[in-house]
C-alpha cells in the first residue's frame, strides 16, 4: 500500500509548481488533511466499502487518487503531472544553483495555503540553507493579515520551530533556518503598515504597495521612497504591482521616477525585488535592466503562497542572468549570517 497522504501532497505541490494552480492544489491539500485526521480503523473501513467520497472534503478526483494509493499503486493524476514535471526554464539557468533562500513567503496564517513546517520543509527539500516567512500586514484584511498579537505569536512558533530543526538535524549554526519577516504595506504617506513592537524584532520586512496602485507617478514616487528610507525596510517587494496573466487577470504597472526610486533603494542599501511569480514578473524587463545598471541589490524571491511554488526561483534566476547580475548583488544568495547582519545594518 501507498500512503495517499503522500500521494495528495505531492500532487498539490507539482499543481503549484506548474502555473501555480492554488485552488485546485488546496482541495487535494484538503483531503490529504481530512484522511490525516482520521484514525487507522476509520481509514479501513472506508476504504472496504469504497466510499471515500462520502467523507466532507474529498471529491470524486481525490476519491480516486486515494483508492490506487491504497491498492498499491501511483495514483493515475499524480502520474500524468510527474511524466511532465522538469525544469521551469529551458536550458542554462547559472544562477539558480547559488540561490540559498528566500526573503518573501506566505503561510496560511495570512492568505498561504500551507503551514509554516511544509514551507520550510520544502525548501530545505529545494536546498536552501533558509527560508523567511513575510505574512502580510494588518491592513490588508482580505489576505487575513497579521495583527501585533498574531506577529508575536508567530515569531514565537518560528523560534520554536528552529530549535526543533537544530535538534533534528545535529549540525549546530549549520541548521537550516527560518527567519521571522512580515510584507508590509506600504501606506498612502509611505509610512509602514505595523507597530513598531511588531517589525522592529523581525529579521527582515519586505514593504510592498497593496493600494491605490494607479496613483499619480509623482505622489507614488514619494511614496515609495518615503518607505525605502524607513530603517526598517529591507527589500522592495513587486514595485509596480503589475499582473501580467493569471486567475487575477491583467493588471497595468504602477507609474514613478523608477531612477529616484532605485537610486534611493541603493542610498539606503535596500534590495529591489525580482519577483519570481509567473503572473507578476516584477519589475519589467526595462526596469530591472535600469535598476541593474544603477548598482542596486537584488532579492530574487518567489512571493510563494504554497511549497510547490518555491520552485519559482528558476524564473527570478533566469531574469537575473539575463541582465548579467552576479551573485554578490543577489542578498538571496548571500549566507543567512550575512543577510541578517545586512538586515540589521540597515534598521
Given at each position: 500500500m501507498r500512503d495517499p497522504i503522500v500521494d495528495l501532497r505531492e500532487i498539490a505541490r507539482l499543481l503549484d509548481r506548474h502555473g501555480g494552480q492554488s485552488r485546485r492544489a488546496k482541495a487535494f491539500r484538503n483531503a490529504a488533511d481530512v484522511l490525516a485526521g482520521l484514525p487507522g480503523t476509520e481509514r479501513a473501513r472506508v476504504d472496504a466499502a469504497g466510499a471515500w467520497s462520502t467523507l466532507p472534503g474529498i471529491g470524486t478526483t481525490t476519491a480516486k487518487v486515494i483508492g490506487q494509493a491504497y491498492a498499491g499503486r501511483t495514483p493515475d493524476y499524480l502520474a500524468e503531472l510527474q511524466a511532465t514535471d522538469g525544469p521551469l526554464v529551458a536550458g542554462p539557468n547559472p544562477l539558480l544553483e547559488h540561490i540559498r533562500g528566500d526573503l518573501h513567503t506566505h503561510t496560511e496564517w495570512s492568505d498561504g495555503s500551507s503551514t509554516l513546517e511544509?514551507?520550510?520543509?520544502?525548501?530545505?527539500?529545494?536546498?536552501?540553507?533558509?527560508?523567511?516567512?513575510?505574512?502580510?500586514?494588518?491592513?490588508?484584511?482580505?489576505?487575513?493579515?497579521?495583527?501585533?498579537?498574531?506577529?508575536?505569536e508567530q515569531r514565537e512558533h518560528i523560534a520554536a520551530l528552529n530549535e526543533a530543526l537544530?535538534?533534528?538535524?545535529g549540525t549546530?549554526?549549520?541548521?537550516?533556518?527560518?527567519?521571522?519577516?512580515?510584507?508590509?504595506?506600504?501606506?498612502?504617506?509611505?509610512?509602514?503598515?505595523?507597530?513598531?513592537?511588531?517589525?522592529?524584532?523581525?529579521?527582515?520586512?519586505?514593504?510592498?504597495?497593496?493600494?491605490?496602485?494607479?496613483?499619480?507617478?509623482?505622489?507614488?514616487?514619494?511614496?515609495?521612497?518615503?518607505?525605502?528610507?524607513?530603517?526598517?525596510?529591507?527589500?522592495?517587494?513587486?514595485c509596480t504591482g503589475r499582473l501580467v496573466s493569471g486567475d487575477r487577470g491583467v493588471r497595468a504597472r504602477s507609474s514613478f521616477d523608477a531612477e529616484v526610486v532605485f537610486e534611493a533603494c541603493r542610498q539606503f542599501d535596500v534590495a529591489v525585488e525580482i519577483n519570481s511569480r509567473p503572473e507578476r514578473q516584477d519589475p519589467p524587463d526595462d526596469l530591472l535592466a535600469l535598476?541593474?545598471?544603477?548598482?542596486?541589490?537584488?532579492?530574487?524571491?518567489?512571493?510563494?503562497?504554497?511549497?510547490?511554488?518555491?520552485?519559482?526561483?528558476?524564473?527570478?534566476?533566469?531574469?537575473?542572468?539575463?541582465?548579467?547580475?552576479?551573485?554578490?548583488?543577489?542578498?538571496?544568495?548571500?549566507?543567512?549570517?550575512?543577510?541578517?547582519?545586512?538586515?540589521?545594518?540597515?534598521?
Open positions: 511544509e514551507m520550510a520543509l520544502e525548501a530545505a527539500r529545494l536546498g536552501r540553507e533558509w527560508l523567511a516567512i513575510t505574512d502580510h500586514s494588518p491592513r490588508l484584511r482580505i489576505a487575513n493579515g497579521l495583527s501585533t498579537e498574531r506577529r508575536r537544530r535538534q533534528a538535524q549546530g549554526d549549520a541548521a537550516f533556518r527560518v527567519l521571522s519577516g512580515a510584507e508590509v504595506d506600504i501606506l498612502d504617506d509611505g509610512s509602514l503598515d505595523g507597530e513598531p513592537e511588531a517589525l522592529d524584532p523581525l529579521d527582515v520586512v519586505v514593504a510592498s504597495v497593496h493600494s491605490k496602485l494607479s496613483m499619480d507617478a509623482d505622489a507614488m514616487t514619494v511614496r515609495m521612497v518615503t518607505a525605502i528610507a524607513n530603517p526598517r525596510t529591507n527589500v522592495l517587494g513587486h535598476a541593474a545598471d544603477m548598482g542596486c541589490l537584488f532579492s530574487i524571491d518567489t512571493d510563494a503562497h504554497a511549497p510547490g511554488q518555491l520552485g519559482f526561483s528558476e524564473y527570478g534566476a533566469a531574469r537575473a542572468a539575463s541582465v548579467g547580475l552576479d551573485p554578490e548583488r543577489i542578498v538571496t544568495c548571500w549566507p543567512v549570517e550575512r543577510v541578517l547582519a545586512w538586515a540589521t545594518m540597515s534598521n
